[in-house]
């Protein structure tokens, strides 16, 4: 399996940006689609944005933050990242990145076999 850990978490004001960073090692990266997902207090882990594993327009994103969101890949530094742009107070959760091994993505949790330990987002209001 890939070992994944999250860096870029913080609390940002309504409206505000963050990037979210996921830094892969273990095996090879070029390989695995990527997600991200996230889970605020009381709900359900759920998608947010996938990519494939050869990148480009080859991304999926979940309807609430799809063109505020924009996952990308560089393969080169094992990472994928995801920038979050209009941030809303809806948006505060802790942010997971996650591998899938077939490297086509996925929107289901199952379907993905490494997950890092997370970073919390927060979004005040």
């Known amino acids: 399996q890939v070992q994944l850990a999250e860096s870029g978490g913080g609390l940002v004001q309504a409206g505000g940006s963050l990037r979210l960073s996921c830094l892969a090692s273990g095996r090879t990266f070029s390989n695995y689609a990527m997600g991200w997902f996230r889970q605020a207090p009381g709900r359900e882990r759920e998608f947010v944005a996938a990519?494939?594993?050869?990148?480009?327009?080859?991304?999926y994103y979940a309807n609430s933050v799809k063109g505020r969101f924009t996952i990308t890949r560089d393969n080169a530094k094992n990472t994928v990242y995801l920038q979050m742009n209009s941030l809303e107070p809806g948006d505060t959760a802790v942010y997971y990145c996650?591998?899938?091994?077939?490297?086509?993505?996925?929107?289901?949790?199952?379907?993905?076999?490494?997950w890092g330990q997370g970073t919390q987002v927060t979004v005040s209001s």
């Open positions: 990519i494939s594993w050869s990148g480009g327009r080859n991304t």
């Open positions: 996650a591998a899938e091994g077939s490297g086509l993505g996925s929107l289901r949790p199952v379907d993905y076999e490494s």
